[in-house]
């Protein structure tokens, strides 16, 4: 995940700059020198969704109970 730190205008389009990442300016040539930002179309949403990790319970139960040993007699050797 990111953070947007600006949203600029691109020459096709909206664009956005990140916190986590700054490009060095170059030289376009619609817009002078700019930092090159983002196309905004590439931006995906945030779904929030519950996480359910009870397939993981489940393997770790089973993987944590004890195993069971056949009976073996020390009486008959």
């Keep these: 995940m990111y953070t947007i730190r600006a949203f600029v205008q691109r020459h096709d389009g909206p664009g956005y700059l990140l916190v986590e990442i700054v490009n060095k300016p170059i030289d376009c040539a619609y817009d002078g020198m ?5 196309n905004a179309e590439w931006l ?3 779904v929030e969704r519950k996480t359910d990790i009870s397939f993981a319970h489940e393997i770790l139960r089973k993987a944590t109970k004890p195993a069971r040993s056949p009976a073996v007699s020390l009486h008959n050797r």
């Design 44 to 46: 995906r949403p945030i």
């Design 34 to 38: 700019v930092e090159v930002a983002i």
